[in-house]
């Protein structure tokens, strides 16, 4: 199972830009046209209309050359089977069909025990990142219910594509918020509102993709998918602060505070709704962490001796975080 990402610098400037990277291919184009048609199905018939349509992608977009993967983040990547480009038409726009495919293939074929609110807001935030570009209306698409969770699932196979999930998330809370940049540079308050509330929608979204990674056991985590994490099968320190996308997204937080603080009283309601989300997707982060015995000891990333456990790391990380956002 691979997932083909753009690198986090090469990604779209806001959810319309024009750049070929994030401009759909022509097949992109069709396919995402079919989806949105796909809603005047019924929801049985939809559900399958859409994995067929959708596994109908190639492996990779064409006109695409692999780069260098940056260093820090090589091991990290190589370990969830994401390569990195900078060209190709639709980039962007693969990655997250692909990420929409493999969600609906696991929750149709192993379950969930996500809400249903939780669910949509999952599928509804990668439909949308699908629809801006070309306008189409694909965020209308039916959202096909999940079977309830079989705890026979691939505990493997679920860590890898909940994470592919979440990379794809994280990439588009970057476009959001490249486009939240833009929208106050050009002093543009309605294009900064739109990235906002998008922003703050693909956090709620990752907020769920957090727990829908870890619907498996604890046991199962501490038998399978943590050795999987550990030297020799990885380098020591192994973690997802080495994400290249994560990274980004730190740095970029940290650019965007001035502009934060400097904006109009009327997006404060945005500016509160994206402080809140932020927090709880950290909420669930903890929550998964604390599910795996994170409450209890130290991350991958650190020494056993340490007496700080990985769920009091994540709580410092939130603090410090959304104070940053909140400025």
């Given at each position: 199972m691979s997932l083909v990402l753009l690198h986090p610098t090469a990604l779209p400037s806001g959810p319309a830009d024009p750049d070929r990277t994030a401009r759909p291919g022509p097949g992109h184009r069709a396919m995402i046209r079919h989806l949105a048609q796909i809603r005047h199905l019924d929801q049985p018939g939809a559900a399958a209309q859409v994995l067929d349509r959708l596994r109908r992608l190639p492996a990779a977009p064409e006109g695409m050359t692999f780069g260098a993967a940056d260093p820090g983040g090589a091991a990290y990547d190589r370990f969830f089977g994401v390569s990195r480009t900078s060209t190709g038409q639709g980039v962007f726009q693969h990655s997250v069909l692909v990420a929409y495919r493999s969600l609906l293939e696991e929750g149709f074929s192993y379950g969930t025990r996500l809400s249903w609110a939780e669910w949509s807001s999952l599928c509804t935030a990668l439909q949308t990142m699908l629809a801006d570009p070309?306008?189409?209306?694909?965020?209308?698409?039916?959202?096909?219910?999940?079977?309830?969770?079989?705890?026979?699932?691939?505990?493997?196979?679920?860590?890898?594509?909940?994470?592919?999930?979440?990379?794809?998330?994280?990439?588009?809370?970057?476009?959001?918020?490249?486009?939240?940049?833009?929208?106050?540079?050009?002093?543009?308050?309605?294009?900064?509102?739109?990235?906002?509330?998008?922003?703050?929608?693909?956090?709620?979204?990752?907020?769920?993709?957090?727990?829908?990674?870890?619907?498996?056991?604890?046991?199962?985590?501490?038998?399978?998918?943590?050795?999987?994490?550990?030297?020799?099968?990885?380098?020591?320190?192994?973690?997802?602060?080495?994400?290249?996308?994560?990274?980004?997204?730190?740095?970029?937080?940290?650019?965007?505070?001035?502009?934060?603080?400097?904006?109009?009283?009327?997006?404060?309601?945005?500016?509160?709704?994206?402080?809140?989300?932020?927090?709880?997707?950290?909420?669930?982060?903890?929550?998964?962490?604390?599910r795996f015995g994170g409450d209890r000891s130290a991350s991958l990333r650190m020494s056993d001796t340490t007496d700080v456990c990985a769920v009091e790391v994540i709580d410092r990380l939130k603090l410090a975080r959304t104070r940053a956002v909140r400025t």
């Open positions: 070309i306008g189409d209306g694909a965020g209308s698409l039916p959202i096909p219910e999940p079977r309830l969770l079989r705890w026979h699932l691939d505990p493997d196979r679920r860590w890898r594509v909940g994470h592919h999930v979440f990379f794809v998330l994280t990439q588009s809370l970057i476009v959001a918020l490249n486009g939240l940049s833009s929208a106050c540079d050009m002093g543009r308050p309605e294009e900064g509102r739109s990235a906002l509330r998008l922003a703050a929608r693909l956090l709620d979204a990752s907020a769920a993709a957090f727990v829908f990674t870890a619907e498996f056991s604890s046991t199962q985590y501490q038998h399978r998918v943590r050795p999987s994490m550990e030297p020799p099968s990885v380098p020591a320190g192994f973690s997802g602060l080495l994400s290249p996308d994560h990274q980004h997204l730190v740095r970029m937080f940290a650019r965007l505070r001035p502009v934060l603080r400097e904006l109009p009283a009327g997006l404060s309601e945005e500016h509160r709704s994206l402080t809140r989300a932020l927090e709880t997707t950290y909420e669930s982060h903890k929550y998964v962490c604390g």
